[in-house]
């Protein structure tokens, strides 16, 4: 559900809803109101919290669960350590 979505990946990154509502540029109520399922953000909205917490607006409506990580900017070396952080955080989880 996209209010579950929008509030987890919020706390996810310890912001508060008023961080949010001005990274955004809305107000606190709207960001509150989007967490409470009262109201859909618009399609523009959407498309702007996705890119803000770097995830696909698929990921956002339910219709994809794969989470990314922009590596960008990396060496192949660093990505090569990140994908072994996951892997082991993987194998612990089970």
């Known amino acids: 559900m996209l209010s579950e979505k929008i509030r987890e990946l919020r706390k996810s990154h310890r912001i508060s809803q008023?961080?949010?509502a001005q990274v955004l540029c809305v107000t606190k109520q709207s960001v509150s109101n989007w967490e409470n399922d009262n109201?859909?953000?618009?399609?523009d909205?959407?498309?702007k919290i996705?890119?803000?917490f770097s995830v696909s607006?698929?990921?956002l409506l339910d219709l994809d669960n794969k989470l990314t990580i922009d590596v960008?900017?990396?060496t192949q070396e660093q990505i090569a350590h990140i994908k072994l952080i996951i892997s082991?955080?993987?194998s612990r989880k089970n």
Do not use: N, R
């Not at 109201?39 to 399609?43: A, G, M, T």
């Open 72 to 74: 960008s900017g990396l």
């Open 88 to 90: 082991d955080i993987k």
């Open 57 to 59: 607006t698929d990921y």
């Open 45 to 47: 909205m959407l498309i």
């Open 39 to 43: 109201i859909q953000p618009s399609i």
């Open 18 to 20: 008023v961080e949010l």
């Open 50 to 52: 996705a890119k803000y």
